[in-house]
């Protein structure tokens, strides 16, 4: 993720910190320097560390829960109101995924109960709320902090836990789809709350509100396409009109057929058929510019593209398509010969057709193949 410091790993998963976090702790540690110099400050500065960590082990909560149901986490980023753990995949029973989306906030849960059992009598419930006054204790403000913490994140729209949380409930009852898309309606009416108790007390909230509001509709969308590529074989989805580049050809060829087709990547087929690589425009342009028209395009293909069988089912291929970022995934026959391309663009354009037939069965599209 860019704008992202990497700051070590925890048993295979990068934790990182975003920017806005750093910025978000800066302005912290200035306000306290202000209200009681450079004492106040330091003071400031150990507080930032332990809600720092508050929000770390929020998100190990999670991480530790998703691996129990074997679901591993990549990287952990920490974002001003929260972290954000990138998993490889939900767990897909809803009992699994109610599970992980509260072993975060229960560990936010667990500390402020602790704190506040060990403050006991001495506690001022009001200094909870004073997060930003040096004159509170240590220990009320860490609490108060992590009370925050699970409120804000049980706030019920993605991509905060109270969004999955509830997407989970509904989807005991319905279809995953049907559920992630009544919960994303949901939090999109929080967003407009948030975004019209903004204008009146805090902007802050308006930020908050256009984050949920986008996030709402990109979960939406996500689920909507999983929920499609579930019940659609590769060979249903897949882009059978392409031209492909001989191993022999050169840069100037391929910019011929940039031209001439409407394609932006080229697989490079030998002569049994079977995919080499594949020829970006971004990297076809580049070599022209800097290697000239006669370069070889084995030299500049990519030659690490994932293919499937046409056989495989379309969620398979959508996994190795979204996870290495690669831009096309080449579809193959029984003799391992490329027979189709599957593409992020394309993928969208089936989304399209299905969203505009929505009472199509789930593969109805193109011949049964192979
Ligand atoms: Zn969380």
Known sequence: MRWSLNLGSIGGTAIRIHVTFLLFLIWLGAIYYRQGGAEAAWQGTIFIVLIFLCVLLHELGHVFAARYYGVPTRDVTLWPFGGIASMERMPEKPGQELAVALAGPAVNVVIAAALLLWLGPQLNPENLTQIENPAVSMAAKVAGANIILVLFNMIPAFPMDGGRVLRAVLAMRMGNARATELAATIGQGFAVVFGILGIFYNPMLIIIAVFIFLAASGEAAQAQLRAVAQGTLVSDAMITE?????????????????????????PVVDGSGRLRGVLTRDAMIKALKERGPETPVLEVMQSDVPTVSARAKLDTALRSLMQKGRPVVGVTDAQDRLIGLLTVENLGEMMMVHSARPDMPARPWGNPRG
């Not at 392409?242 to 394609?263: H, K």
């Open 242 to 266: 392409f031209q492909s580049l001989g191993t022999n050809a050169t840069v100037n060829d391929a910019a011929d057929a940039l031209i001439r087709t409407t394609q932006t990547e080229f």
